[in-house]
Nanobody
Framework: QVQLVESGGGLVQAGGSLRLSCAAS????????LGWYRQVPGKQRELVAT???????NYADPVKGRFTISRDNAKNTVYLQMNGLKPEDTAIYYC????????WGQGTQVTVSS
């Protein structure tokens, strides 16, 4: 099994920035497709961003131009740089790693105040 541990969440004012990190235990991290998702109580978990093994990225429309996903294979870590945060970005953010199956982190809370 692959263990994923998110960090970097917290409370920030609208317009501020946060950088989320997700560290993975696997020795073949570079082979995984990685993603960030978020979930608000009572709502479905939604895709935020993905990054492929080749570094190609995709973003959900609400975060385009504000969030950036990146990966550092040498550190077994995927990042989500969040700029221009809005109250509607408030959610628990989860990282996911997918190869033959998907693994999820525990999640980290991001709260954006107005």
């Amino acid at each position: 099994q692959v263990q994923l541990v998110e960090s970097g969440g917290g409370l920030v004012q609208a317009g501020g920035s946060l950088r989320l990190s997700c560290a993975a235990s696997t020795n073949i991290f570079s082979r995984y497709v990685l993603g960030w998702y978020r979930q608000v109580p009572g709502k479905q978990r939604e895709l935020v961003a993905t990054i492929t093994t080749a570094g190609s990225t995709n973003y959900a429309d609400p975060v385009k131009g504000r969030f950036t996903i990146s990966r550092d294979n040498a550190k077994n870590t995927v990042y989500l740089q969040m700029n221009g945060l809005k109250p509607e970005d408030t959610a628990i953010y989860y990282c996911k790693a997918t190869l033959w199956s998907s693994y999820w982190g525990q999640g980290t809370q991001v709260t954006v105040s107005s």
